[in-house]
């Protein structure tokens, strides 16, 4: 007898059509149909432990491919558990598409089995949240929540499906074809594109800030392809920490100098100190090019007249347009804004030179630059390796001293806990390169169960667990702010974190000395398994980079 064609095998065959091969999920109740159908279509499921690091998974998955990472969990507490994490994902601008089981819509308003408002409580961290309302309509909802996620700034997608749907006929005819997932693009006229182009050759110390999005691999080859086309330093920002982001070193000096900046898909928000002096001088022009006019209002309302011009266009549309206008251009001002150029990098790279020989002053402990700088062999023997860095301070010193191909970090969201799930996501993307996920304690023991998930797929990589007992990000605001005899609830017992690991099936290693730490990374990373190397160190501070004057 011939099975009838659901609404879950729609999803299924149109998930393929749209190319998605892999799903990050988590079983329950109302989603059982979908398990079912992914079955007779190859579509491969990586059950997690907890459904905020299916969507962490798929946000990775997302940031490292760039194609669209999706999630699936169950409805009511499934759902709800996954909505925390779509913050991140969309502060990441990351193109992500939640699929939620619902109670089904027979049954909505009668006390149905985990009814919930679900659209509603996933819409304000989504660009879209809806409730699916026919099995007609599952396959082509899903070609345009990954429409959506895709276009214009990316960002998260959720869409709702009732149980009843997924298990009831659904027209095969109605399949969308592959161009309804793809994302329509908002070009930057010549025109504009040229006047902008004009406005930043005029500049004697111009600067382009490009957001998050732009913080992929393939993002950065292109903004340091637009930096050389156009003789002006194009950086990339993804950082709660902002014009203070350890990553790039001395950059706030240089930004104080700037005497036009143009925001290209960058938000002009706290990480700026929302344009306003002394972050940026009072007299710096600003221009700015994004897909959202809400956002360009925003900008005019926080710097006024300072906001000389302004376009909405596509991030990577407006890239390809401005280098298109340099193309043979001819400047008497190219070489002073090539040293300007230089100046800029020179600052970004620069570090603090009693780095090199910072030593803890705690018995047993390294400090965070000790507990990170050996780690940059292990990224280094790869040229597409991954670094994941997830914490409070410690993953400030993480990305201040490692740098790597490909990146991965909590983002402007500036919530953690995601490193594990970012990793395990990250070895599926690459299966062959080195993997290294610096995160605090406090991180570790959010998604702790996931090093069962990384055993059961055989997801090898290493984590580095910088180990001081407390949540030192709130320590050190609570100690600057109230002073060390008013710290409460920081504390945390110095875990054998190693050891955790290792009763998951995993490798663990414990470091107390600095002298220790490079042989038991390489004996992590040679163990073949999920791997924790647990890093007793001090609570230092996070960096903030100034070069002396």
């Known amino acids: 007898m011939a099975r009838i064609f659901r609404g879950a095998d729609a999803l299924a065959h149109a998930l393929r059509s749209a190319g998605v091969a892999r799903v990050f999920t988590l079983s329950g109740n109302h989603v059982m149909p979908v398990f079912d159908a992914t079955i007779d279509t190859g ?84 660009k879209a949240s809806w409730v699916c309302a026919s099995a007609d309509e599952v396959a082509t909802d899903l070609a345009r929540a990954i429409r959506i996620a895709r276009s214009g700034r990316p960002g998260p997608v959720h869409l709702s499906l009732p149980a ?35 406005r930043l050759r ?24 637009l930096e050389a086309a156009i003789a002006v330093p194009v950086i990339g920002m993804e950082s709660p920490r902002g014009v203070n982001d350890p990553s790039l070193g001395a950059f706030a000096q240089m930004l104080a100098q700037a005497d036009c900046v143009l925001l290209l898909g960058k938000r002009c928000d706290f990480t700026l100190k929302f344009g306003q002096p002394p972050v940026f001088d009072a007299g710096c022009a600003m221009l700015q090019i994004d897909s959202e006019t809400a956002e360009i209002e925003r900008t005019r309302h926080a710097v006024g007249a300072r906001l000389s011009e302004a376009h909405a266009a596509d991030t990577f549309a407006a890239i390809e347009a401005l280098a298109t206008c340099a193309s043979g251009a001819h400047d008497a001002l190219a070489t002073s804004r090539i040293a300007w150029v230089k100046e800029v990098r020179d600052a970004i790279a620069w570090r603090p030179p009693e780095w090199d020989s910072v030593v803890s002053g705690e018995r047993e402990r390294l400090h965070p630059v000790q507990a990170c700088r050996p780690l940059q062999r292990l990224l280094d023997a790869h040229p597409d390796s991954v670094l994941v860095s997830d914490g409070g301070e410690i993953g400030q010193w993480a990305q201040a001293c490692l740098s790597a191909p490909n990146r991965v970090i909590n983002g402007v969201a500036g919530s953690i806990g995601a490193g594990l799930a970012f990793a395990l996501a990250a070895r599926v993307a690459k299966p062959d390169v080195p993997v290294v996920a610096v995160m605090g304690d406090g991180t570790f023991g959010f998604h702790a169960a996931e090093i069962d998930t990384a055993v059961r797929y055989s997801l090898p990589f290493v984590a580095v667990v910088g180990n001081d007992a407390r949540w030192n990000a709130e320590y050190q605001i609570q100690l600057k702010g109230y002073g060390a005899d008013r710290l409460v609830g920081c504390e945390l017992r110095p875990t054998r974190y190693d050891q955790v690991c290792a009763a998951f099936g995993g490798h663990g290693e414990l470091v107390t000395e600095a002298a220790q730490l490079d042989a038991a990374a390489s004996r992590a990373r040679d163990s073949g398994l999920p791997a924790c190397v647990n890093v007793m160190i001090e609570g230092a501070a996070a960096p903030i980079v100034r070069r002396p004057a």
């Open 43 to 126: 579509i491969s499921l990586l059950h997690t432990r907890h459904e905020a690091a299916a969507v962490h998974m798929a946000d990775a998955w997302a940031r490292l491919t760039g194609e669209p990472g999706v999630a699936l969990v169950t409805g009511g507490p499934g759902h709800a558990n996954a909505v925390s994490a779509l913050y991140t994902a969309q502060m990441a601008e990351a193109p992500v598409v939640l699929l939620s089981g619902h109670a089904p819509r027979s049954e909505l308003g009668m006390g149905a089995f985990q009814e919930m408002r679900q659209a509603e409580m996933a819409a304000p961290v989504t």
């Open 202 to 225: 005029q500049a004697k110390r111009p600067l382009v800030l490009a957001g998050p999005s732009c913080m992929t691999k393939r993002g950065r080859e292109r903004l340091l392809a």
């Open 164 to 198: 009843d749907l997924l298990e009831q006929a659904a027209d095969a005819a109605r399949l969308p074809r592959v161009q309804a997932f793809e994302a329509p693009v908002q070009p930057l006229p010549i025109a504009h594109a040229q006047s902008i182009f004009a």
